[in-house]
């Protein structure tokens, strides 16, 4: 029995490779796939059951074949698409290598265009302080003088546009710095008051430096002049009204007495006087009383503060 077997083996086997040697386009470059497809119908094909042993078989027949062609062998093929394959994930990295280093070259050349107009900016800040000084020169004839001094060659990075902005941010620091300078002079100037006139204030501080430095023009004084009256006017009151807070003897009872007493009043009155938060409005002497009787009615609509020892129901429910 087991010679039988291995003699029907045998047989099958030749067979198949004959079935194989009947494909006259069979050579040592052919793929088992496209063999297979093409034999698949045959008996002598489907004689052998293991498809292993069928690809077996076809590997052997291949060993056996000669090539006479000058084309590259299966193994040779798959070596060069390997070599391909690698050949060019070389060039791709090669290719993002380039454009890495080009995007950081371009950013490096940005970088020192910007340093380089950074540079030539402060040049051209470093002429205006030394050239203009004057808060009310104009860019047209700015530029003339500015032109004919050598720095201004080591400004040509930066534009027309860009130096007229920069010189108006110069011009502007310098008029910030005059009226800082001008209120100063107003902080300073005693016998000024809250609704003292200009025409009168500006007799007792037009022989300061500080009054001529602030530029030409009367009307700008003036204008900084009032506008420092009214920034005054609200901060005097502010203070006044932080003042009456800090009086402990002033309370919710205090209107009540006032209108019973006039002496009582007095005794308000003298205590604040003690203070230069409530004399600086003398001037305003109505705005004042005003304010002052607003705060007695709003201390007597509270009515007395609750004792030291009161608790907000809900915070007892919090700590319950």
């Not at 720095?151 to 108006?168: N, P, S």
């Not at 800082?180 to 000024?192: G, K, V």
Request: hydrophobic share 30%; glycine share 0%.
């Amino acid at each position: 029995c087991v010679c039988v077997c291995v003699c029907v083996c045998v047989q099958l086997k030749n067979d198949f490779v004959e079935l194989l040697r009947e494909q006259k386009s069979l050579s040592v470059r052919s793929h088992w796939k496209k063999v297979k497809a093409a034999i698949a119908d045959d008996s002598r094909y489907k004689a052998v059951e293991s498809s292993s042993l069928r690809e077996d078989y076809f590997k052997e027949y291949i060993k056996t074949l000669t090539d006479t062609s000058n084309e590259p062998g299966v193994a040779a093929v798959e070596e060069r698409d390997r070599q391909e394959r690698i050949q060019a994930s070389l060039r791709e990295r090669e290719r993002e290598v380039m454009m890495s280093r080009t995007a950081q070259e371009k950013e490096w050349d940005r970088e020192k265009e910007e340093l380089r107009k950074s540079e030539a900016a402060q040049h051209f800040k470093a002429l205006l302080v030394d050239m203009v000084r004057n808060a009310d020169a104009t860019w047209h004839d700015t530029k003339k003088n500015l032109r004919k001094d050598h720095r201004w060659e080591l400004t040509e990075l930066i534009d027309d546009h860009e130096r007229e902005k920069l010189f108006r941010s110069h011009v502007n620091n310098l008029l910030e710095r005059k009226r800082l300078q001008f209120r100063r002079l107003m902080e300073e100037t005693s016998q000024i008051t809250l609704t003292m006139p200009w025409k009168k204030a500006r007799k007792l501080i037009k022989e300061d430096p500080r009054y001529k430095n602030f530029g030409d023009s009367d009307e700008r004084r003036e204008a900084e002049y009032d506008y420092y009256l009214r920034e005054k006017m609200v901060a005097a009151k502010e203070d006044f009204k932080k003042l009456l807070l800090e009086i402990k003897s002033i309370t919710y009872r205090t209107r009540a007495l006032v209108q019973e007493s006039e002496k009582h009043y007095k005794d308000v009155i003298d205590v604040l006087k003690n203070d230069k938060r409530y004399l600086i409005l003398d001037c305003e002497a109505e705005e004042r009383e005003k304010i002052l009787q607003n705060y007695l009615v709003e201390l007597e609509e509270k009515g007395p503060p609750p004792p030291p020892t009161a608790t907000n129901p809900s915070d007892r429910l919090k700590r319950l």
